[in-house]
């Protein structure tokens, strides 16, 4: 049995009861499968009220299989289709342009533990567009192709674990905010390169340089030009909370594109038990660029009730401020601009993915409910405003969608409702429907392009299967 799935029975049997529960069982997939925990599936953690349905077991059956002495295998993956109706979405956001199409995407991947010291990791992706008026947006097409594809070697170091890997790889930390694999993309995001970490039972630390995985329609290649580093050390000294603070550095030495050497410095800490729940996340960017000095920062607090185990239908509600620095003087020679890096804006600010963590000033409010113990709903409201009203609004993507220079149109660039439905039958099963709307505000409104209208929405239904 592998290091990984050995790691995962000593957790099940310290929590006693979590060996083999329905929490573990549904916990099984993780945000990058090659963090996949089927440590449950050891015969002694099997529970007799065993929470798996047939589907479940039969998909379990293709983990942990023993191919040789002190080998195992496991196979898995997902298919996903999701179908978009867009108004005033357009390619680029917000550019008059509607759109109505279908993406689908394939994942499989295949795990080989060999003793307690080494592993093999293949996953391969094939995400595909059908139907629509416009061209593929660069996160929805890849041809087959590898998404993830490493050795790794991990052994007992000291009071921990230590590992390096060595390959083509996702990465995802924290929250999100930066650095994210991007599953809502059909694409997903990895890079190619070496990482290594240490852990214990109090804490741990990843360091990595890697180059970030560029998407063509047909395949993706390794971007030489652009090299992504940094170390990110997380404490578990108290329990409940998340306690996490990363150095990271970006240089990008393309003659065709904007070259800077720039360093991000943050911490994110957050209370995660107990009714009350709260967190805070700050960076400070540092470097230079082609155009001069960068200083630029980011910050966000959230705080929320969570009423999961107090009153029926599970209650969460959450407030959250976002405000990412921007640019007021192009001329000044220096760069206020936050850059998000590589994140999960869509978590955060908005589905309709119109804004990005860049020139930003954003309020939310969030309201998750569970009218059934396999539904779960979710609305959330957004107010938008630019940081620095000379800057640009930025989508998603960090690509500059809307400017004003004199700053005459103000800095309300709207308001966004997202409403969510989310079924979940079984760990293997989901389907969810999602609608939002977005009303221009004034910065938007006099943007405008002639016979565009600033408002949008938007419409998805999608359906995920894992085995």
Known sequence: MGAQQATAQQTDAQAGTECASEKAVNGAYKGVFYANDFGYLDASCIAPNDPRGAVEKTTDALKNI??????TLS?????????????????????????????????????????????????????????????ARGVEVVRTDVLNGFGEFHAPLAKGRAMVR??????????????????????????????????????????????????SDK??????????????????????????????NLDVDDPAALQSQLWTIGGRVADQ????RWEVEAAKQTGDNTNGDISAWMLTMT????????LPYL????????????????????????????????????????????????????LSAKPHKRVTTALAFHDFNLAKATDALYNAGGAAIRRDATGAAGSNVGQELDATISYTPSRWYNLQLGYGRFWAGRFVKETNGVGVSGNADFFYLQSTIRF
């Open 66 to 71: 023993d191919i040789a002495p002190a080998i």
């Open 75 to 135: 196979l898995g993956g997902e298919m996903r289709l999701r179908y978009h109706n867009e108004d005033n979405l357009g390619s680029s956001r917000l550019d008059g342009r509607d759109n109505e199409f279908a993406l689908t995407r394939v994942r499989a991947y295949a795990d080989v533990q060999i003793t307690d010291y080494f592993r093999g990791y293949v996953e391969m992706i094939d995400a595909r567009k059908s139907g629509g008026a416009l061209p």
């Open 166 to 215: 060595a390959g083509r790889q996702e990465l995802l930390f924290g929250a999100q905010r930066l650095i994210s694999p991007l599953d809502w993309g059909n694409t997903r995001r990895s890079f190619d390169g070496f990482r290594a970490s240490y852990k214990t039972d109090m804490f741990a630390i990843d360091g990595w340089f890697v180059n970030p995985r560029v998407i």
């Open 219 to 248: 395949s993706s290649s390794r971007n030489s030009k652009t090299d992504f580093s940094g170390i990110y050390g997380q404490y578990f000294g108290l329990p409940g909370h998340a306690v996490e603070v990363y150095a990271l």
């Open 273 to 276: 038990k107990g009714v009350l």
């Open 303 to 310: 705080a929320g009730l969570d009423f999961s185990k107090s």
């Open 315 to 366: 209650p969460k509600i959450s407030v959250a401020y976002d405000r990412a620095s921007g640019d007021g003087d192009e001329t000044d020679g220096k760069t206020r601009t936050f850059n998000q890096l590589f994140p999960l804006a869509h978590a955060y600010l908005g589905s309709m993915d119109l804004v990005a963590r860049q020139n930003i000033e954003a309020f939310s409010a969030k």
